[in-house]
């Protein structure tokens, strides 16, 4: 994985800004982060009567410099800016999460951050959008989230992506001074032809626990844990929806955020982020959530698909 020096953190003028603001502060602080570009735009675009811009030739440039003022002013309040650090501000209008994907790709962006609205009005970044199609990792995070990664969730199915969600948590803990424990949680379920086997219920649970067991050491061999402490667990599926174990059991053990995968690992298939991604980013509103992506492996020649 690589080390997150360059962000793009997406405003939109409500108190979730400050959230935002206060998580893209942390994250430069254990990155030693360079740069950071806080993007913003008029949620429409910008329709001023022709005359109107006649006679006022300086309105929108004034709207643009008053808005870039107002964020310049609360990064002030709440960014612990860092000794060397560059801080840009871009204001646009149009296509929120276009611009958003041009900027991350011209400026080879290595996260997005984007707010999840929960009780505030607004529909927010279109996440799944901006999880298929960006270059790079998106961290998307819920209003009144407090910045933290003493304890990080991360649901693994002992895949490739999972090693990469595995390796992006190691790596965070691993700048954070290794205080944070990873638990790494496998969610597995009993297959409805179990009984033709001969063996009980509780008896076949046991016997897909165990070869989750193998699977996780199998698994956990090839990757280097830098000493971090990781805590493997194993869930048992009964509803067939492996998303709500996984919301259910970060909120049980309180962890400060969730980091999966995505299911694109080249230009051809980035854009399968993975069902398992598709419905966390869908599901849950409690915590940040990271899917991580190998940088620049975007959807390439499927972009037209998503115009459709």
Known sequence: MYLIKKLIVCLDQTPLD??????????????????????????????????????????????????????????????????????????????????????????????????????????????????????????????????????????????????????????????????????????????SGYHFTGKSYEEFTEIMKMHAEINYKKFIRKIDTKGIKITPIYTKDDDDDPVKEIVSKALEIKADGIIIGAKGRTAATALFIGSMAERLIQFNDSLPLLVTRPKGKNAGILDYILEI
Do not use: W
């Open 18 to 191: 400050q959230t935002l603001i206060e998580y893209a502060s942390f994250i430069a602080k254990v990155n030693q982060t360079k740069k950071n570009l806080l993007f913003e735009h008029y949620k429409k675009n910008l329709s001023i009567p022709k005359e109107v811009l006649e006679e006022f030739p300086n309105l929108i440039e004034n709207m643009i410099n008053e808005r870039k003022e107002a964020m310049e002013k609360l990064v002030n309040e709440h960014f612990r800016e860092l000794k060397g650090a560059t801080i840009s501000y871009v204001v646009k209008e149009g296509n929120l999460s276009k611009k958003i994907l041009k900027l991350a790709e011209e400026k080879s962006a290595d996260m997005i951050i984007i707010g999840r609205k929960v009780e505030l009005p607004g529909t927010g970044v279109a996440a799944q959008r901006l999880a298929r199609r960006a270059s790079c990792s998106l961290l998307i995070v819920p209003e009144g989230s407090k910045p933290g990664v003493s304890k990080l969730l991360v649901p693994s199915d002992f895949s490739d992506y999972s090693k990469d969600a595995l390796e992006e948590a190691i790596m965070i803990a691993s700048k954070y001074g290794g205080k944070t424990e990873i638990v790494c949680q496998n969610v597995f379920s009993v297959p």
